[in-house]
């Protein structure tokens, strides 16, 4: 809509003009919607009206600058959607608070796009019940997505969804029906119309800020994927910087085309304007983190998912945090005496190429198990294939296989794993000897490879029918009186032996 003059209303009410929300707000005025803006920082107030007066010269306001969380209400039509792009935690509930203060009324929306965990948003609906109705939305990609197409993931009350629809169908970023790949437009004021948008329902409160989790997930476990591949390159192969970034480039027109690859080529090639040298060079190694992958491993060890690729890649941050540690344990600790001897440049570039590949299916199948655990203990009925669609375009982990697993989840709704897709255990068979060859040469090396080993050792698990768990088990019992399951009988039923006794009717059935 166009504003005509004060007694015109806005369509949508924005909270947050940080980074993340005034591209998000600037997104839905570049597709047709009128925003009153509110942020107790009055001077992100006056930039976001500045930076849309300077996109949009010579067309009417787009922008409304509000004072007060009362002033906000009075500009937006009614009933009103109100979106909140603030901190999560504590800010959330005192924008909640000030809104419930200024008049908001029990058929208002108030949407939370922010970085907040799922459990916090299941309470906000409980809790504001009745007073207005909370709604959860969670936002991948940054701050270019926000700007230009993000993929949004919303959550909460399906009738409030019905409203909220048409704006994040706008505003979501668009891939090409036929083929599934983004459909890429950076031209300030000329939004992408054309396409599948990138959001769809995820289910009940909570349901969407869970599955972002994962995604971030899974998102550490690529990062730290591609970052170990660079590390042989590095110390085992001797390249530079520039020259991963080459291989990188080429690795980014197959199989592994994504977006992590892409800026990965991208960071690698960048020259540090202070000394001539490669930025990476420059960067101290001290890997930062938000919580969000922590929070994806401490859920996956309380539904018993398996998710150690995900778990290895928060941990190799945490590591990577001891940095004064590791520059004295260099000095004291003794690595391999030159026992991976000469490398074929070429062929260890290959095997890498294939570890990575493989290793990242493993990362993907991984959250996608856990979504499925998590989802059957939440009562959350998550459609798999929809959650592939809408992470092809607009978020950080978008990748080309990602319609792979569009494709297999459509052709089987109740696949147990991506695994056991016929495609994708072809794709293991197909590279896994190499994936082995390049661990092997990591581990001959001394250099570390924490994810892309946890992920073989994962697939290599998953795919043993017997597993040492019923030594373990035997342990346990003889240590603990934990019982155990026999081979021979129902698995409901438990046994419990008197151990170091040779009388075998010492084994008692205990139910």
Not at 47 to 54: E, F, H, N, T, V
Not at 297 to 307: C, E
Not at 431 to 442: E, F, G, L, P, V
Request: proline share 4%; hydrophobic share 40%.
């Amino acid at each position: 809509m166009s504003l005509q003059g004060n007694s015109s209303l806005c369509d949508v009410g924005f909270i947050g003009l940080g980074v993340m929300g005034k591209n998000l707000a600037l997104n839905l005025a570049d597709n047709g919607y009128a925003v009153a803006c509110f942020d107790l920082d009055k001077l992100k107030v006056q930039d976001a009206l500045a930076q849309d007066q300077q996109e949009n010269p010579d067309g009417p306001a787009r922008f409304v600058g509000c004072n007060s969380y009362t002033e906000l209400l009075a500009k937006v039509k009614a009933p009103h959607t109100i979106i909140l792009s603030v901190p999560a935690g504590e800010p959330v509930d005192h924008v909640c608070r000030h809104l419930i203060d200024a008049g908001i009324q029990a058929d208002d929306i108030v949407v939370d796009t922010g970085n907040s965990l799922w459990t916090d948003s299941v309470a906000r609906e409980h809790a504001y019940k009745g007073k207005f109705v909370f709604f959860s939305t969670a936002v991948s990609g940054g701050e270019s997505g926000a700007r230009f197409g993000p993929s949004l993931m919303p959550s909460g009350d399906p009738y409030a969804w019905t409203r909220i629809e048409p704006l994040w169908n706008a505003i979501a970023a668009k891939v090409e029906p036929s083929t599934g790949k983004p459909i890429e437009n950076y031209a300030i004021g000329t939004p992408v119309t054309e396409g599948e948008p990138c959001t769809t329902y995820i289910g009940p409160i909570g349901a969407g800020h869970y599955v972002k989790m994962v995604h971030n997930g899974i998102e550490y476990a690529d990062m730290q994927l591609i970052c170990e591949t660079y590390h042989m390159m590095r110390d085992v192969l001797g390249m530079s910087a520039k020259e991963v970034s080459e291989v990188f480039k080429t690795w980014n027109k197959g199989v592994l085309d994504s977006y992590l690859i892409q800026i990965s080529a991208e960071v690698l090639a960048q020259e540090d304007p202070e000394t001539g040298n490669a930025l990476v060079d420059m960067i101290l190694d001290k890997a930062g983190q938000k919580g969000t992958g922590l929070w994806t491993a401490v859920s996956a060890l309380q539904v018993g998912s398996p998710a150690q690729t995900i778990t290895q890649a928060v941990f190799a941050r945490s590591l990577s945090a001891f940095k004064e540690e590791r520059v004295k344990a260099s000095t004291v600790l003794s690595g391999p005496d030159n026992l991976l001897g000469s490398v074929d440049k070429q062929t260890l570039i290959q095997q890498l190429h294939d570890a990575l590949y493989c290793a990242k299916i493993c990362a993907y199948a991984q959250g996608f198990q856990l979504m499925a655990i998590a989802g059957k203990e939440h009562g959350w009925q998550l459609d798999f294939a929809a959650i592939a669609k809408i992470w092809r375009a607009g978020c950080i982990i978008r990748a080309v296989f990602l319609q792979s697993i569009t494709d297999a989840y459509e052709k089987n709704d109740s696949l147990d794993n991506l695994l056991l897709d016929p495609y994708f255990a072809e794709q293991i068979r197909k590279y896994q000897t190499n994936w082995r060859k390049a661990i092997a040469a990591s581990t001959l090396a001394g250099v570390p490879t924490p994810a892309l080993g946890s992920a073989l050792n994962y697939y290599d698990s998953y795919r043993c029918a017997v597993l040492p768990a019923n030594l373990l088990q035997g342990q346990r019992d003889f240590f603990g009186a934990h019982t155990y399951a026999r081979i021979d009988q129902a698995e409901n039923k438990k046994f419990h032996l008197l151990w170091g006794s040779d009388d075998r009717k010492q084994e008692k059935v205990r139910k």
